[in-house]
């Protein structure tokens, strides 16, 4: 009995290790995914979001990402919607895999506030252009078709001033 108490001890040391690793992973990191968001508008930004498909919020309702600032938010995979006043609402989705949807309107000339959804892989496969505006009235594709863009390892959603 006396060489299982250890066996015992080194049991639970393992299990506390392994615990420690899926909490340090956030909601279900994989391979480094994450959704970043970044404010280059000038002023602080409140953000919305809209968690579908039993995804887990990114942030709290209400976000404030101070101006010139980013935040990243690690993810697995991840379906909804990131909104802020005064922009067109990004909509995305992000599967385990890599692959990925994204769409964001290109009418955004009378919005105070511009949007880009870009995505970022190692190598990106198939079509994953950005789509969006950015200054200048410059916009892109409204969307990127669900099964053709993969290797998805980051989706970077940008605010603009006009």
């Known amino acids: 009995m006396a060489s299982s108490k250890p066996l015992a001890v080194l ?44 995804s887990k919020a990114l942030f709290p309702n209400g976000y404030l990402l101070p101006s010139g600032k980013h935040e990243s938010f690690d993810v697995c995979a991840w379906t909804g919607s990131v909104s802020a006043q005064g922009a067109a609402v990004a909509e995305f989705h992000m599967d385990h895999e890599g692959g990925a949807y994204y769409e964001v309107s290109t009418d955004q000339a009378s919005m105070p506030v511009r949007v880009s959804v870009t ?19 410059h916009c892109f594709e409204h969307s990127v078709a669900g099964g053709n863009c993969h290797g998805v390892t980051e989706i970077k959603i940008v605010y603009y001033n006009p």
């Open 11 to 54: 049991l639970l040391v393992v299990v506390a290790l392994c615990a420690t690793a899926m909490t340090a992973a956030g909601q279900g990191s994989c391979n480094g995914h994450k959704v970043t968001v970044q404010n280059l508008c000038g002023h602080d930004l409140t953000l919305g979001i809209e968690a579908r498909s039993n």
């Open 119 to 137: 995505p970022h892989g190692s190598p990106l496969q198939g079509h994953c252009p950005t789509a969006g505006c950015d200054t200048g009235n």
